[in-house]
């Protein structure tokens, strides 16, 4: 099936520690979501980004939807033990009738480590 | 307000037998969308459903189906269970299908077991 690329695989930082992580696709998209798993739990709903070169902010997080739409970055700031988890973007294009489907990266794992 | 509800939430099955997930959305949402996700494919969208019609479809074959009821309850189906068909199965829902800020809210998923 489809996934979009997304990069670090894995992250093991300290407590308070800046975080970035990128997702790339070879399809332009309209709309870049950000999603974060927990163990036995369905994703969670970070950021949403409708425009190309928006920038939205999430309390201690922002991501960036890119220009060319075919990426997008997500960072957390000053890093915290309940950042731990998997993060995942998804990209969604509506085109023409709309439609809820999500291509979903390939995920990071966020390890934090007080 | 509650969230999206997916019953049940672990089931194990023999190859060859078939299984029914439910999921209720989030009150008013009348869209309702599936995911599969495995360790080895991550995340798979299955199909969407708004207003009892199914909309899109994923890339799996045809023992899956699902429905969507009058009260956008869904339903999902695998007929003849195999070893691969283990996964986390996760329901979405939204408002509605595609706008901007209809954004999709998750279920805690149905962790299906074949053996």
């Known amino acids: 099936g489809q996934q979009l690329n997304q990069s670090p695989q894995s992250m093991f930082i300290q407590e308070g520690e800046d975080v970035s992580m990128n997702c790339t696709s070879s399809s332009i998209f309209n709309t870049w979501l950000w999603y974060k798993q927990d163990p036995g739990e369905g994703p969670v709903l970070l950021i949403a980004l409708y425009k190309a070169g928006e920038l939205t902010s999430n309390g201690r997080l922002t991501a960036q939807f890119g220009i060319t739409r075919k990426d997008s970055f997500l960072n957390i700031s000053a890093s915290i033990p309940s950042d731990v988890g998997i993060y995942f973007c998804?990209?969604?294009?509506?085109?023409?009738?709309?439609?809820?489907?999500?291509?979903f990266g390939t995920g990071t794992l966020l390890a934090v480590q007080p | 307000k509650a969230g999206v509800t997916q019953t049940p939430r672990y089931l194990i099955k023999t190859r060859g037998q078939q299984v029914t997930l439910s999921c209720s959305p989030i009150s008013g949402h009348r869209s309702v969308s599936w995911y599969q996700q495995t360790p080895g494919q991550g995340l798979q969208f299955l199909f969407e459903y708004f207003s009892e019609t199914q909309r899109n479809k994923g890339n799996f074959p045809g023992r899956f189906s699902g429905r969507q009821f009058s009260n956008s309850r869904s339903e999902m189906n695998v007929s003849t269970l195999e070893l691969g068909d283990s996964a986390l199965y996760l329901c979405?829902?939204?408002?509605?299908?595609?706008?901007?800020?209809?954004?999709?809210?998750f279920g805690p998923g149905t962790r299906l077991t074949v053996t």
């Open positions: 979405a829902s939204s408002l509605a299908p595609g706008a901007p800020g209809y954004e999709q809210y």
């Open positions: 998804a990209g969604q294009l509506r085109r023409g009738g709309a439609t809820n489907k999500l291509i």
